[in-house]
């Protein structure tokens, strides 16, 4: 393929300017509150399909957020390769510790990227990455240079657990069969080391409520005489974790994969530099699961983690009372062979059974995922191996990820086809939190680096 990073360079300030307007509305699917700033996104990235080159292009009502569904159908013969991503954004909170607003996109240079980096919620996680995917395809078909047909699912639920994804895949099977997926949702190890996820982590997210007395009480008349919610929610959430900082869950490790210390060397040629890890984080110290590596505690190995603990007065000033409710939300990170449902189940009822007298739990689930690895073998891994390496310069390395896309694994199961993660951001771009970013030199590289696996899938699956 010719002239590809002639047209990115031609072009890469109308690529950043369009990203910039798509994240300037803050699609974020969490708060009904942002619903019509979620439907215009929809609209928008439709819109921006069909500019690219899509023949067909249609905006699917589901239950809940629609999915832009776009289709270029070159030849029927050839490969399909099925693009995903999604348009929805995390909230912002906390705002105060954005360093400015997170919806007014700005490009400020850093030790990183001294060429800039796009800062707004949504940079990387995922309008960045997802629209990479949508300039790629503008670059092959101005340049007549597609080679196969490609389709596009893009989602807008994605942050809250994609609940009509799994319906939409049921009823579209037909409209959405491919020969492979291709997404972008996750990073790579450094700007000179490139890396292709192979292995996804699953997720079981759920919310715990801890009732006491019938209402709150006034902690000098009855502080000591009854079960305080909090003091009780936190010695169970403390209670979850030995001092080795295993899960202390029954049955929670009856499936968890083992990898073969082979495949743990093979990992830990992956550069890794703990002082920068541990000064990145402005922390002295790291903290996981003995006996296992901090970049295996991340990405091999199953957690619990709190994510959100409340109740009871957190305004200003002093009021002594105990609190009638106490909540908390806690997510697990699986690995694969570990069953998302059964382990919502495993840890329900645990919570429940170490409950001491004198309150009542409730056990939420909200949504979660299976794990997913790909193999390194297949013909999706080659084509993305082989852009890699010819626009980096270095073959990538394999990297299994600590993260969740649980629809990764729903797509092989309803689709029948593998998923390749091309991802392009960066640990240090603060995905989820505030002062989020996307360096303006990877989100070109993706637009280059794409078209190369088209030209490759093709190739390589004749």
């Known amino acids: 393929m010719q002239d590809i990073k002639k047209y990115v360079d031609q072009h890469k300030d109308r690529f950043i300017d369009e990203l910039i307007e798509l994240l300037k509305v803050p699609s974020i699917s969490a708060d009904s509150a942002y619903k019509q700033d979620v439907l215009n996104t929809a609209e928008a990235v439709k819109t921006r399909l069909e500019e690219a080159g899509c023949d067909l292009v249609e905006v699917c009502e589901t239950k809940g957020y629609p999915i832009v569904y776009g289709e270029k159908i070159i030849d029927k013969n050839l490969p399909t390769v099925l693009v995903y991503g999604h348009y929805d954004v995390q909230p912002p909170d906390p705002l105060d510790l954005w360093n400015s607003p ?196 991340n990405s091999i190995r199953p957690t619990l983690d709190v994510n959100g603990i409340w109740g009871g007065y957190i305004g200003e000033g002093a009021k002594t009372v105990i609190a009638s409710k106490a909540y908390a939300k806690i997510s697990m990170r699986l690995v694969p062979n570990q069953d998302w449902e059964e382990i919502t189940q495993l840890f329900k009822k645990h919570f429940e059974s170490i409950a001491p007298e004198g309150v009542k739990v409730l056990v939420k689930p909200h949504h979660g995922g299976q794990g997913y690895v790909t193999p390194i073998t297949s013909v999706g891994y080659q084509a993305a191996s082989k852009a890699y390496a010819d626009t980096f310069g270095k073959t990538p390395i394999p990297q299994r990820s600590g993260g969740s896309i649980p629809i990764v694994s729903l797509f092989e199961q309803e689709l029948k086809s593998k998923t390749i993660l091309m991802g392009f951001g960066l640990d240090s771009d603060a995905i989820h939190s505030p002062n989020e970013h996307f360096g303006v030199w990877n989100y070109l590289k993706g637009i280059e680096t794409i078209p190369l696996f088209y030209k490759y899938f093709t190739e390589l699956s004749k």
């Open 102 to 297: 997170p919806f007014e996109p700005v490009i400020k240079k850093t030790d990183l990227h001294p060429e800039g980096a796009i800062f707004a919620r949504g940079a990387c996680d995922d309008k960045g990455q997802m629209y990479m995917h949508v300039k790629a395809l503008e670059l092959m078909t101005k340049t007549d240079q597609l080679p196969c047909n490609v389709k596009f699912m893009i989602e807008g639920e994605e942050e809250v657990g994609s609940e009509s994804l799994g319906d939409f895949l049921k009823e579209n099977r037909e409209k959405l069969s491919n020969d492979v997926i291709l997404i972008s949702d996750t990073g790579m190890i450094a700007k000179d080391v490139p890396s292709i996820t192979t292995g996804l982590r699953g997720l079981s997210y759920v919310e715990v409520e801890v009732t006491g007395p019938n209402r709150d009480l006034h902690s000098g008349l009855y502080g000591g005489a009854v079960a305080n919610p909090i003091n009780v929610l936190s010695k169970m959430i403390a209670s979850l974790h030995d001092e080795n900082n295993h899960i202390t869950i029954p049955g929670f490790y009856d499936k968890v994969e083992n990898l073969s210390a082979e495949e743990r060397a093979e990992m830990a040629k992956a550069p890794f530099s703990l002082e920068n890890y541990k000064k990145a984080l402005d922390i002295d110290a790291v903290y996981g699961e003995a006996g296992y590596s901090t970049n295996e505690r």
